[in-house]
């Protein structure tokens, strides 16, 4: 399985940005997704998970009510909508799969299979 994450860039403080991750499977239903981060220095933290069939969601606190998580198994495509961009979500994002655990909500990088190669989000004000 190859993930392939895009939408990444420049953007400043208030702004939004769209990431994407488009799957080599066409059977996206049967993995569940997640979007993680990892900034210089620090741990690769997860953001958003969704379960298989896209009925349950799982933030991390710093991301609430700025972040939305969404797939289109049609499209093979995971997306990540950020809202309102601050210069703490500075960091290179990945997607990532999950096949065993399909309607885990656990954001813990370790429990996720496949990775994407990762795409940089820099947010200046």
């Known amino acids: 399985l190859q993930l392939v994450e895009s939408g990444g860039g420049a953007a400043q403080v208030g702004t939004s940005l769209t990431l994407s991750c488009v799957l080599s499977d066409s059977t996206q239903n049967t993995y569940r997704m997640g979007w993680f981060r990892q900034a210089p220095g620090k741990e690769r933290e997860g953001v958003a998970t969704i379960v298989s069939d896209g009925s349950a969601r799982n933030y991390a606190e710093s991301v609430k009510g700025r972040f939305t998580i969404s797939r289109d198994d049609a499209k093979s495509t995971l997306y990540l909508q950020m809202n309102s961009l601050k210069p703490e979500d500075t960091a290179t994002y990945y997607c990532?799969?999950?096949?065993?655990?399909?309607?885990?909500?656990?954001?813990?990088?370790?429990?996720?299979?496949?990775w994407g190669q990762g795409t940089q989000v820099t947010v200046s004000s």
């Open positions: 990532a799969a999950d096949s065993k655990r399909r309607f885990s909500l656990s954001r813990i990088p370790a429990d996720f299979t496949y």
